[in-house]
């Protein structure tokens, strides 16, 4: 037996598995069923000696059994109108996803060495492609014309399958077919029949320029992974299915002529979804490559521009980024048609209500837009964050971290909303740091200043997804049942219905979504509350006492030549946050049954985690896989980075940094460690201390010592 016929029926065929032989010639079909592979074998070699059979093909599919009764273990030449084959309905499960790429040629012949080559070639940048997307390595196999890719997968033989697996086909052609090779789209029936390697491909005659080869496995993976459904959907996501709505059709513009007046060539161009896409000859987002850039129109006018390359986007959505980088005048005049629409329609509103219209709103410069989109796609929007706050307060990074992540639970569509509160002395720093971090979001999404509760309740142009601060040191109670109810409503508007001086009702809201930053002093608040805000503590210690002043003294020595009002890493982040504004995202956590937590008597802690994972993962959305849903959800899988990263602030809050388990102030967190350490002797200096912090001593002694230990939250996937 031929050694690459035995691995291929090893690799392709599971032990015992039924499977079909179909040859092809010019006027006939043989066909049998095997579950005796070696027998299979024995025959498709005597078989493949036959100079009129054109090719040797199997099912690579799991196929009924039943079918072996059709030709046990036997080909039978010749079928006739009477002997079936294998059909898409005698398919049990999908266990390949097959890709063929072929080179362009006459039909009916065999491929010149050259053509031979570009379609090995192709091959080998499709699955580098693919595993930049998280695939495995494939089996890589040269089909004797062309090349194929094969990756095992596991999926029922339904309609939804057979849709998902055309509509990847469908991508990989539109990503990399060309003038020259061509990604096979008809290769996602369930039944298809694919060629056994080991045997020869002879289509047409065999001559010196166009000769028949031998199909053959140039390479296979020790194990062979499976690809999961997760990645097939976030592969067929990669294009839009269908035309998005079109601003485009009604300016008229047409993109053959757009992209020919700005001297961007054209490769090749063909049909998609009615209207056409362009193959760019050289991509104009990223010099790090020439190839895989792509423009295409649709029917109604609507365009989607991108690249197939993953740190180039991956085919997401770049058109406005393209236009702004050859129109760069037209780019301000789009952001001030955007603020006149907003303006207009803020005023219609504020006719119909009977009020005064808000003031217009500011963009970001399309340069801050574009380094934006940049640090969202390639960089870490968090770290530029931190380092953008660091430069205007010194220290408190856990509490800018909390701050960031709260900014960003209001992007995630599965999100419970994270709220933060900030405790220490007065003059430490806690209203400095919030209003630094206000700096970076746009004015539309936050309350300048403190409010009071009832003027949160009249604030007519207060928006969804602002950012409310509150600097009440006692907490009142009217604050403090607000907060109740935007913690445990954050997804619905908070509505208060009061009477007018008229004697009618009227029902006033605060808008879904918004986040609450609380800095209170020591040994304030409601519990309840506290419970359902990420509790951080304000550094107090003298070596932070010192580091303010320095960095007092440093800026006390600026002359006005050198003091900048906004750096442009604080102008980014705010073009981040408007980005981030604008997108409703649903955030799955694969491994959320591998974590652990060391205690789970708050049952709000565990939410509290899953919600900073998924802040996390939103934060970096477009470096995340992503599928859309069936209602059009953008749905983004974190990964074990977002877990890092939101184990660490949960974890400091449960130690150096907050009082997450225990709701302590960091004076009674320091009172209570006082306490363990002291014996009798040392009585005297707890009682000291206790003079320091009566508040402190009030909420311990009175018999909270076993429900205020300390959490520890080391988890783990």
Known sequence: MDDSLHQAVTLLIAPGQVVEVRALTDQWIHSGYFDDHEELARQVAALDTDQSVEGIYVTLNEVNRALLSRRANRIKMRLGKKDATTSDADILRRRWFPIDIDPVRPSGVSSSDAEHELALTKAGAIAAWLKEMGFPDPVMADSGNGSHLLYRIDLPNDEMSSALVKRCLEVLDVMFSDRQVSVDTANFNAARIWKLYGTVSRKGDNTPDRPHRQSRVLSAPPAIETVGPDLLQHLAARLPAYPPESKEEKSGLVLSRWLSDHGIGVSSEKSYLGGTLYSLAECPFSSAHRDGAFAIQFPNGAIHAGCHHASCGGGQQRWQELRAKYEPGRA????????????????????????????????????????????????????????????????????????????????????????????????????????????????????????????????????????????????????????????????????????????????????????????????????????????????????????????????????????????DELRTCRAIWEVLHEQTIWVIIPYSKRIRFNAICNRRNPDMLYDLIKSHAALFFMQRQQKTSEDGTLCVYANEADFSAANDVFTLLNGTAGGQESKMTKKESDLLSLIHRADRSGLTSVSTELSKATTAGERITPGCWKSARPFHSRTGP
């Open 332 to 567: 301000e005049q789009r952001e001030q048609h955007e603020r006149s629409w907003r303006r207009d329609r803020a005023v219609t509103r504020a006719e119909q209500e009977g009020r005064v219209a808000p003031p217009a709103s500011s963009s970001p410069p399309p340069e801050h837009q574009v380094k934006a989109f940049e640090v969202l796609r390639n960089g870490d929007p968090l770290a530029l964050m931190l380092a953008a706050f660091a430069q205007e307060h010194v220290g408190d990074e856990i509490l800018a971290r909390c701050m960031v992540l709260s900014m960003a639970s209001q992007a995630v569509k599965n999100s419970d909303g994270l709220h933060v509160s900030v405790t220490g002395d007065s003059g430490k720093g806690k209203t400095h740091a919030f209003r630094k971090m206000l700096r970076q979001v746009p004015d539309r999404l936050k309350v300048k200043g403190t409010v009071s509760n009832k003027a949160l309740y009249y604030m007519k142009d207060l928006a969804p997804r602002s950012v409310l601060m509150s600097d009440d040191t006692e907490l009142s109670d009217s604050i403090q049942e607000i907060l109740k109810s935007a913690t445990s409503n954050f997804n619905e508007p908070i509505t208060h219905t009061t009477v007018t001086k008229d004697l009618s009702c009227r029902v006033c809201r605060i808008p879904e979504r918004c986040v609450w930053w609380i800095a209170k002093k020591e040994g304030t608040g409601d519990d309840q509350v506290m419970n359902r805000m990420l509790t951080c503590w304000i550094d107090e210690s003298s070596d932070q006492d010192a580091r303010v002043l320095a960095a007092k003294q440093v800026r006390e020595m600026l002359d006005p030549d050198s003091f900048v009002e906004e750096s």
